[in-house]
């Protein structure tokens, strides 16, 4: 198991004025996080006229480079076909552990890679936001080592969980976002670094609002080491 | 020292010594004398020293002092405060657990403080959820209400109340592995037993939750393995001793055959109960899980002191506590939100309310006096704060397995003086829980080859030879007024 922990102090303001080419696809809904209430609600309707005036403060809160464990079906299944539970077995059942709870069956020695960012619009306007591209830099070499694909845009809600999130930041509003990670394959990292574990890396992320796409950077980390124990 | 009375904190007074053997001890450690003496006590016979830890407002460690701090900790929005607290309480800033936090934490408008605030929806388990298949009674975690109200509490008695709730019920990550053990009713063989609390759950420390992705889960929270059973009781603060993680685990690794790295196993398989690896390198340094008394007593926080709390020179704060739960809460959660601070704070101050249980102690034993007059001479000099801890050691000076001392993830080259509040129900011994009895603790058998009664494996159980060339007489002295502590 690699467990790549980092997270980013960058925050940048970006002005978007351009449109949109490489937009990551819509999810149904946008809501919006404790932090916003009282503000304005997020336009349902995305506004076809990107202003220049929009304003958006973006925040690198996170970044987890560890496994990629698959996506989570699109819904869950009916009670009636959940998996039951297994009897108490005289013999234990393999398997048993990962099929007998729905919210357990995140694999304990895997660890989703996922990033989180905060975007806060300061501008008079709903934006569109969309994150264009990611990639792993060494430091010392200044080189791109790998790109690290993001999807599924989640979004932080009242209810307490990351759901789907379309990207639209209505004006006023804060969202605390969430993606999932693509890793990069690290054998071929290690064969352009010799050993990427203790060199410095970064991520470099390219977020469009609006289509105008602006170029954040975390600060450098370092790969833990090889055998860690799971988190507890 | 042992017997200090802090202004306004009600504590038995097991450690008390008389106040003759309080001045010795004073004037052979001079920083304690200094600091304790600072501090109201009315039996202490030294005159008040001109330095204090604060030079104003309530007394250190007191309940005034600590709500003082929380509005600083709590309103921190710049992350000002915050930083630097946390700055200061990193005995060693080059360990992976400092550079960790020092690249993520208070940084006011970016990393982990960019993090949403979460504020669990969760609850303990109750009797139908292990009476019918955990796996038909999971979902209604989703009914449950939130942890916290979102009111601030404004009393300290609120603040432990909350705390208590966070301690039994904030999931600090989803296990797997005990939910399996639940299903499969295995979990008398790890060491979890039901409990009739219903206050706490069933299992205390095994919660039913909505995850942050919107599932439902069964997670662990801090009483996993920081409550015990006794006599009936649930004790909050008490090491769950007979908690045997890693078999946990490998239970899990077993059944369902998701894999393991063969040295991971071999690492979990060698715990036991009572003692877990929880450091995030990839040295084979598990520590004994510790009970929790009167943690405001002391310096420094882990076996390794790696959090400094009071370095009895002007820095003592509380606020590393609280930062050290505040990112634990958020790396366990796999760093995608962070707890509300209110429930950080409120959860340290549940952890600084608590006290042993009350129990007998033989009063009468004509041993005590000696005991007390070995422990004078021979342990005051590092066990002599008020709690039996003291300042950090060396680790090459204790001479203990210096793997976590020394380890990349929490190491400072040091061991913290292990406290002795109700030492004699905390076997094992050593930091690793390597020495089985008090006994065997001072016995120079120990260290030699040919002991077979390490609390581990076989074979001498070196390093703290500290008493162990006492006479015997003095041994048993030594360890009868122990046990009065």
């Given amino acids: ?232 | 020292m042992l017997g200090a009375v802090r202004s306004d904190r009600a504590r038995p007074m097991r450690l008390r010594l008389p106040i003759v053997l309080c001045a010795a001890a004073l004037s052979l450690v001079p920083v304690v004398a200094a600091i304790d003496a600072a501090v109201p006590d009315a039996t202490a016979s030294a005159p008040p020293a001109a330095r204090a830890i604060s030079p104003i407002g309530p007394s250190p460690w007191s309940d005034a002092w600590l709500l003082a701090h929380g509005d600083t900790y709590l309103d921190d929005d710049g992350a000002n405060a915050r930083r630097v607290a946390l700055t200061r309480s990193l005995h060693n800033a080059d360990n992976l657990y400092a550079r960790q936090r020092l690249r993520a934490y208070g940084l006011g408008d970016a990393g982990w403080d960019a993090l949403p605030p979460w504020n669990p929806r969760a609850r303990v388990l109750a009797a139908g959820d292990v009476d019918t298949p955990v796996a038909d009674t999971t979902p209604q975690s989703t009914d449950a209400p939130a942890l916290w109200d979102g009111i601030r509490p404004q009393t300290m008695a609120q603040w432990v109340a909350l705390g208590r709730r966070v301690f039994l019920t904030y999931p600090l990550r989803a296990e797997p592995a005990a939910a399996h053990a639940i299903a499969l009713g295995a979990t008398a063989a790890i060491g979890l037993h039901r409990d009739a609390d219903a206050d706490a759950g069933l299992y205390p420390g095994l919660v039913a939750y909505r995850d942050i992705d919107g599932a439902d889960a069964i997670g662990i929270t801090c009483a996993l393995c920081h409550s015990a059973v006794e006599d009936g009781t649930l004790v909050l603060g008490r090491a769950r001793r007979d908690f045997d993680f890693g078999a946990m685990r490998l239970a899990w690794h077993a059944d369902t055959g998701e894999p393991v790295d063969p040295r991971l196993r071999a690492r979990m398989a060698s715990w036991g109960p009572g003692r877990a690896d929880i450091t995030e390198d990839d040295d084979a340094d598990p520590v004994a899980i510790p009970d929790l008394w009167r943690l405001r007593e002391l310096r420094h926080l882990t076996q390794a002191a790696t959090i400094v709390q009071d370095d009895r020179d002007g820095a003592a704060t509380p606020l590393g506590l609280a930062i050290r739960q505040e990112t634990q809460f958020i790396h366990a959660g796999g760093e995608r939100t962070r707890p509300p601070r209110e429930l950080t704070w409120a959860l340290t101050m549940f952890l600084y309310s608590l006290e042993p249980p009350p129990r007998d102690v033989p009063q009468e034993d004509p041993r005590l006096d000696r005991g007390r007059r070995v422990f004078d001479d021979h342990c005051r000099g590092c066990h002599g704060d008020a709690s039996g801890s003291g300042a950090a050691v060396a680790a090459v000076r204790v001479g203990t397995d210096p793997a976590l001392a020394q380890g990349t993830s929490r190491g400072t080259g040091f061991y913290r003086p292990a406290p002795l509040v109700a030492v004699a129900d905390a076997a094992p011994y050593l930091h690793d829980g390597s020495v089985g009895t008090l006994e065997d603790l001072f016995d120079p058998a120990r260290l030699r080859v040919g002991f077979d009664r390490g609390a581990r494996a076989s074979g001498p159980v070196l390093g703290h030879a500290y008493g162990t060339r006492l006479s015997a007489h003095d041994r048993d002295a030594l360890v009868a007024w122990l046990r009065t502590l």
């Fill in chain 1, 1 to 232: 198991m690699t467990r790549f922990h980092h997270a980013t102090a960058l925050a940048a303001v970006l002005v978007a004025c351009t449109p949109l080419d490489a937009r990551e696809p819509s999810k149904p809904i946008a809501q919006q996080d404790a932090g916003t209430a009282g503000k304005p609600q997020p336009d349902p309707v995305p506004d076809p006229t990107p202003t220049a005036q929009a304003n958006v403060a973006i925040a690198v809160a996170s970044v987890q480079l560890e496994d990629d464990c698959g996506d989570p079906p699109s819904a869950p299944p009916p009670a009636s076909e959940a998996p039951a539970a297994p009897a108490r077995p005289q013999k234990r059942n393999p398997s048993a552990g990962a099929s007998a709870f729905p919210g357990s069956n995140a694999r304990i020695a895997c660890q989703q890679s996922t990033m989180q960012l905060r975007f806060t619009n300061e501008g008079d306007a709903a934006v569109s936001i969309a994150i264009a591209a990611v990639e792993l830099h060494d430091v010392q070499s200044a080189s791109l080592l790998a790109p690290v694909p993001s999807r599924l845009p989640a979004a932080f809600t009242t209810d307490g969980s990351y759901q789907p999130w379309d990207g639209r930041l209505a004006a006023g509003a804060q969202f605390h976002a969430s993606y999932r990670l693509t890793p990069p394959s690290w054998s071929m990292v290690d064969a352009k670094l010799g050993n990427s574990r203790g060199r410095e890396l970064v991520l470099e992320i390219t977020v469009e609002v609006d289509g105008e796409p602006t170029t954040v950077r975390s600060p450098a980390f370092v790969r833990p080491p090889e055998l860690v124990m799971p988190p507890t």
